[in-house]
């Protein structure tokens, strides 16, 4: 079996914090989805306890952020006990898609849902991509309609 090669670089930002918009690609774990950003020793960390919570990547994919936190770990002197990304875990969470769901429900009730749509609906603004993303979303609710009324996918 071949071992993917890391894609993982360094990164240090100085002054204000920095936001994950603001991270090049090269800091995550999981670069092509911008997911477990690797920007010090407690992210390596937590990187590798939800590394089986990250959904919708394939093997491939999971072979790059295990190189990538290989190498981060490495950098930043986390011992990590792991040798291969199978140790720790493929699947998301059995009862993920119910927790997340009641996590939104959550923060709809606390409105924190609200100021996160707002932060959310700015940094697309600022980013150029708005237009892009409410037709994405559009069509992500369009299909969930449909598949709720039992109807196929036009």
């Not at 291969?84 to 409105?111: D, F, I, M």
């Amino acid at each position: 079996m071949e071992t993917a090669q890391p894609t993982w670089q360094p990164h240090e930002k100085h002054g204000s914090l920095t936001t994950k918009s603001d991270l090049p690609d090269t800091v995550f774990a999981f670069p092509g989805q911008r997911k477990e950003p690797l920007t010090d020793a407690a992210h390596v960390r937590n990187a590798v306890a939800r590394f089986d919570q990250v959904i919708d990547v394939s093997d491939a994919d999971r072979a790059v952020a295990f190189a990538n936190i290989e190498k981060a770990a490495d950098y930043y002197n986390v011992d990590l006990s792991e040798t291969n990304w199978k140790e720790l875990g493929v699947h998301p969470q059995p009862n993920r898609e119910e927790s997340a769901k009641k996590g939104a429900q959550t923060r709809v009730r606390t409105g924190e849902a609200e100021e996160a749509a707002r932060k959310g609906a700015a940094t697309k603004e600022r980013l150029g991509i708005a237009g892009e993303a409410a037709k994405k979303a559009a069509a992500t609710r369009r299909r969930e309609r449909e598949e709720a009324e039992g109807r196929p996918d036009a």
